[in-house]
């Protein structure tokens, strides 16, 4: 089993920035891949970014150029660098990872951009 817990979230005004951070723990062989997804009341998961274990990374059309995704592979966490946030990158923020063919979710953190 992994346990994935995300950090980093909160309320910020348009156009501000945060930094949500996610951990990976316990038993893990070789996480392939870590993404991040956000969720609003309603509708579905979408996908924010994800991002390889070589580092090649993937980005949802509502936030690229605006956010980035890197990755620590010595500490088993994952990074989201959003900049020039908007009211509507209000969600709940999840991580996921892929390793040894299972997927695994993370609590989830809010973020909330509000003036």
């Known amino acids: 089993q992994v346990q994935l817990v995300e950090s980093g979230g909160g309320v910020v005004q348009p156009g501000g920035s945060l930094r949500l951070s996610c951990t990976a723990s316990g038993s893990i062989n070789n996480i392939i891949y870590m993404g991040w997804f956000r969720q609003v009341p309603g509708k579905s998961r979408e996908l924010v970014a994800r991002?390889?274990?070589?580092?090649?990374?993937n980005y949802g059309d509502s936030v690229r150029g605006r956010f980035t995704v890197s990755r620590d592979t010595a500490k088993n966490t994952m990074y989201l660098q959003m900049n020039s946030l908007k009211p509507e990158d209000t969600a709940v923020y999840y991580c996921n990872a892929i390793d040894g063919g299972s997927l695994y979710w993370g609590q989830g953190t809010q973020v909330t951009v509000s003036s």
């Open positions: 991002i390889s274990s070589v580092g090649n990374a």
